[in-house]
Each structure stands twice: as C-alpha cells, then as structure tokens.
C-alpha cells in the first residue's frame, strides 16, 4: 500500500492505542515512535496496532503512517481513525438480584444455595437455513 518511491516509513499515534512494528523478525514498540524512528518498506514487515481500552467517542483515535523516499524526503501519509469498543459480559454472580460489572464472584463458580456466578445458556442451533 505504499506509494511508488517509498523507501521507508514512520509511525505516530494517539495515546489510546498500541503499535508494534515487526522487521526483520524483531518487534519494536510504543517509546521507539516518539523520537522519530523510520523503518525500511522490507518484505514481511507487519505494522500491527491496537487498543486495550473502550473509547470515550467514536475515531477518538488515530495511527498515522508518513512515507518517505530515498533522502528522508516525505512523499505521502495514510491514516486510520480507531474507535474501541468495550464488550463485557455482567451477570448476577452473588445472586442477589443486582447485575454488577466489576463483582469479585465474577471470575469463579461455586455450586449450591450459597453459591455463587453465572449459568450461561447458550443456542448453538441455526435459526435460519
């Protein structure tokens, strides 16, 4: 995906998200970014990025790539606008009649009258052809 020319690229992103550059079989993360770093467009380099917690509005996050020619020249940049979303699943794990999302029995089951976590009952079966 990178523009006829470019030799190299470099990463900059918002503070919500994680990247990770892997050349040549070494993984570089988060603090090589700040001080510039440039990487070679190398077969087999991966750019992986993401984001350890939900966001506070839809693309409240970005990684943008700059690309560069021979020289350190900027050719080109491409972005992307990242929205993280937050799924957990909260349950009535002390049985109390209360759904809380951060209960301490959440993580665990015990069976009996004075047990405590979740029963899940889940449809595995094709509604719809």
Not at 11 to 40: I, L
Not at 103 to 125: F, M, Q, R, Y
Request: charged share 20%.
């Amino acid at each position: 995906a990178a523009p006829a020319g470019a030799v190299s690229f470099g990463v900059k992103h918002t503070e919500g998200v994680s990247v990770e550059v892997v050349c040549q079989g070494r993984a570089e993360v988060g603090s090589a970014f700040d001080s510039g770093t440039r990487w070679p467009l190398d077969e087999g380099t991966v750019l992986r990025f993401s984001m350890s917690q939900a966001s506070t509005e839809v693309n409240d996050n970005k990684v943008t790539v700059s690309f560069y020619a021979e020289g350190g020249q900027p050719i080109n940049q491409a972005g992307v606008f990242l929205t993280g979303i937050g799924i957990s699943l909260d349950v009535d794990a002390d049985q109390d009649g209360v759904v809380e999302k951060n209960n301490p029995n959440k993580a665990s089951w015990t069976w009996g009258p004075e047990g405590h976590g979740a029963i899940l009952l889940v449809s595995c079966d094709k509604e719809t052809p």
